[in-house]
């Protein structure tokens, strides 16, 4: 199987991959379009700020190719809030695939969001195995609200999407990569799709 972790300088790179190889597979780092279209898999990380990792994809014109992609697609907690129709964060607009637009918690919480929290309303095939109010691992003052695309749910201030699909595109606020054996298995759930 080709995993192609999409690299436009994103900062959780190493660990996606490092999490990928404990689970047996090998995954490459790439922002070649023909690399990209070709995967099995394709992991969209994210780790910095919406609107200048919004100009990195548009230099390399990957905001054009990733949604067209066919096969599974996991956009990773800056990678989700990009596969959405625009960000508050810079005033971003973006990918839409996921039709929700990206807001900032109030002022009411600690900005960022940071460390484990739980995850509950499973609705997918990526969550198969795992139970309701498992822990996982955030980092984001930026949130997608609950939307028709939400198949998990988190709380933090309200609740707000944990994660979101549609069609052959899935998304993660929190870091399966960081989130111990629950976040293992929701990366080997979507190997396995």
Known sequence: MKIVIINYGAGNIQ????????????????????????????????????????SKLKASGLDKIIPELKQPVLGICLG??????SSEEGNTQGLGIFDTNVVKFSNKVKVPQIGWN????????????????EHIYLVHSFYA??????????DYDLRYSAALQKENFYGTQFHPEKSSDVGARILKNFLEI
Do not use: H
């Open 15 to 54: 660990s996606i991959k490092f999490a990928i190889q404990r689970l047996g597979y090998e995954a490459i780092l790439s922002n070649d379009v023909k690399e990209i279209q070709n995967a099995d898999k394709v992991i969209f990380p994210g780790v910095g700020e919406a609107s200048s990792a919004m």
């Open 80 to 85: 989700m809030q990009l596969m959405c129709n």
């Open 118 to 133: 739980q995850i509950s309303n499973l609705k997918s095939d990526l969550f198969k195995g795992i139970s309701e109010k």
């Open 145 to 154: 609200p609950l939307c028709n695309e939400t198949i998990a749910e988190s």
